[in-house]
């Protein structure tokens, strides 16, 4: 009878050491953020501020002329355009919304294209 109680409790023990270990295995991915996590968030508004922030807001007739040029292509179609100019004068960009959308393109001063998009 006592070997009996002995197994039982054995068991019993087992059994539970054995669902522990498997609960502390779960996923915690419905939150997947962990401490010291080097991600860094901003919100579309922050990012926009970031963006251009050494910048002024000016109207189209301000932007050079090749500007205007590059501007007419596909790449460029939106609902809204607001165009801007670096205080020293050395670049341009064009914010652009499409719906939900907004995309911020560079140029140079000169009106030119640069290859560094930003959403």
Do not use: C, H
């Not at 508004?45 to 040029?69: A, G, H, R, Y």
């Amino acid at each position: 009878m006592k070997k009996t109680k002995i197994i039982l409790v054995s068991a019993l023990s087992m059994l539970l050491s054995v669902g522990f270990a498997q609960q502390s295995e779960l996923d915690t991915a419905q939150n997947p953020v962990r401490q010291g996590d080097p991600a860094v968030t901003q919100s579309p508004e922050q990012v926009k501020d970031n963006s251009l922030k050494d910048m002024v807001q000016i109207s189209e007739t301000e932007i050079p002329e090749s500007m205007q040029n590059a501007l007419k292509g596909s790449d460029y179609r939106g609902e809204s355009k607001t165009f801007y100019r670096s205080k020293s004068g050395d670049s341009y960009a064009v914010e652009i919304k499409d719906g939900n959308i907004t995309q911020i393109y560079r140029f140079d001063k000169q009106g030119k294209p640069i290859n560094d998009r930003r959403n």
